[in-house]
């Protein structure tokens, strides 16, 4: 078996024939072209082949991370893919390995057990997951939540036939308690105060958001360069994306960045959500943290959703729990791999600021 690094040159056919194998269409991720901005982010891609035949493929995208008072260039991977009669043959691991040769400061984030192993099988370091979040905006609607198909699997099996009762005892109770901790928390007073707020709808970020971004960077030890430019090529309006700023004598206070879906599959299907992938405030200003949590509250309230989605530890994950959110249980790894480097990303991650809108860690989160 092969594995180099992809050449548009001589390889173009192989991939559109991946291509149409996997994604059943003959688009890649592998060729991205550049962004209507002044970088472009696209990396190398590495291939696997086999009898001259790719059987699978990785891809990188260039972006800058900040590390201890540094913004440094790394890339991130994705596209992470090996045909099915190939997995657990060692292709994967072959497949980082040549990527860890080819570039200097490397990140991924994963969910699949299979590609977890061949990045930690290659030194890579795994040192925590992003921090996830949901506030129960309609808890009268939790009845359809505690569906017997949807407990079913968390019961144990003697009690998996009485799954009907179950889901009916478990909903109403349920509700009745998020509604007593929300008003706790004054929830209906933070939702008309966020509606009073001055954020505006804006399709791409400018240079003030850059402005931000100089001004609160070293009060991280750890997280990716949140630039207008790199952020717009990541999130697009065109792809449903939605951005807000909020702004004050001329400044920008805080943005969020977030989709609003409607699930008709998976998990949260005939559920309406409202995800935020990514926010930045200024950490001086007093009442930022509260205004952006508020807005974000008013969306929901606005959009009708039945939960609010939100990931990232550190400030946003604080200002989260003032305001109702609970915790759930993580999905998605974050990696990294710099050489002889790499063990300073363990020491750093627990102080780490990283959300969804890290490397493409958006996922089933981003707009369907």
Known sequence: MEVRIYDSNRDAELLRV????????????????APANPRSYAGPTVIALENGVIVGHLTSTRYDLWCEGQEIPAYWLSGFHVLPGLRGG?????????????????????????SLKAFQA???????????SIHVAKPERLNRLFSPDRIERFLPKPMKKHAQFWARALALPCSVAIKTYKGCFGISGKIASGRKLDFQQVNTFDESVDQLWEKVRNRFVLTHARRADYLNWMFPAEKNWRKAIHSKQGEVRSWVIYAVNDYTHGPLRGFKTLNVIDALWDLEAPDEASNVMNFILSLGNSADVDFILISGADWLGR????????????????????????????RLFKDSYITRGYADAAGNLGPL
């Open 18 to 33: 991946f291509n149409e194998k996997v994604f059943g269409a003959s688009s890649s991720s592998s060729e991205n072209t």
């Open 90 to 114: 060692g292709v994967g691991k072959k497949l980082v390995a040549c990527m860890n040769e080819a570039l200097p400061v490397l990140s991924a984030v994963v969910v699949v057990d299979a």
């Open 122 to 132: 290659n030194r890579w370091i795994y040192p925590g997951m992003i921090k996830e």
């Open 319 to 346: 200002a989260a729990r003032r305001t109702a959110f609970l915790p759930i249980p993580p999905t998605v790894h974050v990696g990294f791999w710099s050489g002889d480097k790499t063990e300073t990303y363990t």
